[in-house]
C-alpha cells in the first residue's frame, strides 16, 4: 500500500468513526484503499463484524459518499481529492468460512481413527 492510499485509509477511518452516528458503522473497519494514479478514484473496502450490516452500510456509504469527499479535503493535503467508491472486502469472512471447515475436517478425520 503507498502512502497515499494509507493516509485516505486512516483519515476515511476518521471521518467514519467522527462524523457519521449510525449504529451500522459502529464496527465498520476500512481495511484498504486502492487509489488510481492519477487520483480520480480510490476503492474503498470495508468488512463490518455484523455480517447482516452490510447492506444498510453500503447504502449509507454511498450517500455519505460526498460528505466523506469533502470531510477528507479538510484533513488530508492532495492535489486532487479522488472519488470514492466503496466496496465490502470479502476477505476477511471468507477467511473465517476456510478456518471453520478446516476445524472440521480435523474433528471428522478425528472420529475416522476411533
Do not use: C, W
Amino acid at each position: 500500500m503507498n502512502k497515499v492510499d494509507q493516509e485516505l485509509r486512516k483519515r476515511i477511518t476518521e471521518v467514519i468513526q467522527q462524523e457519521i452516528d449510525d449504529p451500522a458503522m459502529d464496527f465498520l473497519s476500512v481495511t484498504r484503499v486502492k487509489t488510481t494514479t492519477d487520483l480520480q478514484e480510490s476503492k474503498v473496502y470495508y468488512s463490518l463484524l455484523d455480517d447482516s450490516q452490510y447492506e444498510k452500510a453500503q447504502i449509507l456509504l454511498d450517500k455519505m459518499r460526498g460528505f466523506i469527499r469533502s470531510s477528507l479535503g479538510k484533513r488530508i493535503h492532495l492535489k486532487i481529492i479522488p472519488q470514492l467508491r466503496f466496496i465490502p472486502d470479502e476477505t476477511i469472512k471468507y477467511s473465517v468460512d476456510v478456518y471453520k471447515k478446516l476445524e472440521d475436517l480435523k474433528k471428522l478425520e478425528g472420529t475416522d481413527e476411533n
